[in-house]
């Protein structure tokens, strides 16, 4: 560690690992050109990466490594070319999702208020397409929509409710794949997350839950296609439930502090306690029963995988609930810390 006490360097590395606080050791380690010190800084700009959430380039990076993380960070991206074999976020938000609550834990307990609200805003931007996963076999990816749809998807047929966002987007969905990478990435960046909203409209069909018995949270369809009627009744109210549970978070107080915390300004990030009262408003809206008694987080389903010390407890449940299946946080930048520590180690 040339230029610096190489022991109270790697102290104050251990103590930031500790904290999680990655992109501090980045900065730490910055102009280490080789030996340990050099891996452990390119590991460390990696972490910090990641708990930005810096999605873009996840793929291109994890494939430096051959680590059980990067194995899964790749998992947790949306492919780079439209044809991708390996699908990532496309093909299932299981790996997305687990390292969203990680970084939702770790900036907790960073004590960074504006980060965890916008994480918790950004579970929000694909939930009701984590819920119709079950039943797609995939996360709504484009290459795979035409085979799953039909009737009046993408149409500008009248009888269709979508509004004409939910029409574009699920138009470009089905052929957003068939193109040149430049098509595909606006796709990914102007529409994608707006696929869950449309899937949502035909999950909520008035021949699989009747007006009344569940809570009014969005559009519904009274003319649902085809592909939306398939499968038994059981498992379409199931899927109903899963949406009207992600359409009720997205539009929750928790998430409404989003939209009123600005970013680069000197004022109104929210405190700790804001946060705190808005996740007790919101899960008190969660968890109310409904009038036909099936509100997912009630029922004896998929049990949430938390930390001991859950930044917003019930979380991974709600996300668990939703989903269908356990989701808790992650371990990759935990691991990723793991191997930063050890990189400094090998010098010794």
Same mark, same amino acid.
């Given at each position: 560690?040339?230029?610096?006490?190489?022991?109270?360097?790697?102290?104050?590395?251990?103590?930031?690992?500790?904290?999680?606080?990655?992109?501090?050791?980045?900065?730490?380690? $910055?102009?280490?050109?080789?030996?340990?010190?050099?891996?452990?800084?390119?590991?460390?700009?990696?972490?910090?990466?990641?708990?930005?959430?810096?999605?873009?380039?996840?793929?291109?990076? %994890?494939?430096?490594?051959?680590?059980?993380?990067?194995?899964?960070?790749?998992?947790?991206?949306?492919?780079?070319?439209?044809?991708?074999?390996?699908?990532?976020?496309?093909?299932?938000?299981?790996?997305?999702?687990?390292?969203?609550?990680?970084?939702?834990?770790?900036?907790?307990?960073?004590?960074?208020?504006? @980060?965890?609200?916008?994480?918790?805003?950004?579970?929000?931007?694909?939930?009701? @397409?984590?819920?119709?996963?079950?039943?797609?076999?995939? %996360?709504?990816?484009?290459?795979?929509?035409?085979?799953?749809?039909?009737?009046?998807?993408?149409?500008?047929?009248?009888?269709?409710?979508?509004?004409?966002? &939910?029409?574009?987007?699920?138009?470009?969905?089905? /052929?957003?794949?068939?193109?040149?990478?430049?098509?595909?990435?606006?796709?990914?960046?102007?529409?994608?997350?707006?696929?869950?909203?449309?899937?949502?409209?035909?999950?909520? /069909?008035?021949?699989?839950?009747?007006?009344?018995?569940?809570?009014?949270? $969005? &559009?519904?369809?009274? /003319?649902?296609?085809?592909?939306?009627?398939?499968?038994?009744?059981?498992?379409?109210?199931?899927?109903?439930?899963?949406?009207?549970?992600?359409?009720?978070?997205?539009?929750?107080?928790?998430?409404?502090?989003?939209?009123?915390?600005?970013? *680069?300004?000197?004022?109104?990030?929210?405190?700790?306690?804001?946060?705190?009262?808005?996740?007790? &408003?919101?899960?008190?809206?969660?968890? @109310?029963?409904?009038?036909? *008694?099936?509100?997912?987080?009630?029922?004896?389903?998929?049990?949430?995988?938390?930390?001991?010390?859950?930044?917003?407890?019930?979380?991974?449940?709600?996300?668990?609930?939703?989903?269908?299946?356990?989701? *808790?946080? *992650?371990?990759?930048?935990?691991?990723?810390? $793991?191997?930063?520590?050890?990189?400094?180690?090998?010098?010794?």
């Amino acid at each position: 560690m040339t230029g610096r006490d190489p022991a109270g360097t790697r102290a104050l590395v251990r103590s930031l690992l500790d904290r999680h606080w990655y992109d501090a050791v980045a900065s730490l380690l $910055a102009g280490s050109r080789t030996g340990p010190e050099a891996r452990a800084a390119a590991l460390a700009r990696v972490a910090r990466r990641v708990l930005d959430l810096d999605a873009e380039d996840f793929g291109a990076v %994890a494939a430096q490594y051959d680590r059980p993380w990067a194995d899964r960070l790749t998992d947790s991206a949306f492919p780079i070319e439209p044809r991708d074999e390996r699908r990532g976020a496309l093909g299932s938000l299981v790996p997305l999702y687990e390292l969203m609550l990680e970084v939702l834990d770790l900036r907790a307990a960073r004590g960074e208020p504006l @980060q965890v609200v916008v994480t918790a805003h950004l579970i929000g931007e694909f939930l009701a @397409q984590l819920a119709w996963e079950t039943r797609l076999g995939h %996360a709504g990816d484009p290459m795979r929509m035409a085979a799953d749809v039909g009737g009046r998807w993408g149409s500008e047929d009248r009888r269709c409710p979508h509004s004409s966002a &939910q029409r574009a987007t699920a138009r470009r969905a089905l /052929n957003a794949c068939d193109g040149d990478r430049v098509g595909y990435t606006a796709y990914l960046d102007r529409f994608h997350s707006r696929l869950g909203d449309a899937l949502a409209v035909c999950a909520m /069909n008035h021949r699989t839950v009747a007006a009344g018995e569940r809570p009014e949270v $969005a &559009q519904t369809c009274p /003319n649902p296609c085809g592909f939306a009627l398939e499968g038994d009744l059981a498992a379409r109210r199931d899927l109903d439930a899963r949406v009207r549970l992600a359409l009720l978070y997205v539009e929750s107080p928790l998430v409404a502090l989003r939209h009123h915390a600005p970013v *680069g300004h000197f004022f109104g990030v929210p405190s700790t306690a804001e946060i705190s009262r808005a996740w007790v &408003q919101t899960w008190e809206r969660l968890s @109310q029963p409904w009038a036909d *008694g099936c509100n997912p987080l009630l029922l004896d389903g998929p049990p949430g995988r938390p930390e001991p010390e859950e930044a917003l407890p019930g979380m991974s449940a709600l996300v668990s609930a939703v989903a269908g299946r356990t989701i *808790g946080p *992650g371990r990759v930048l935990r691991e990723l810390g $793991a191997d930063i520590r050890a990189a400094l180690d090998e010098e010794l």
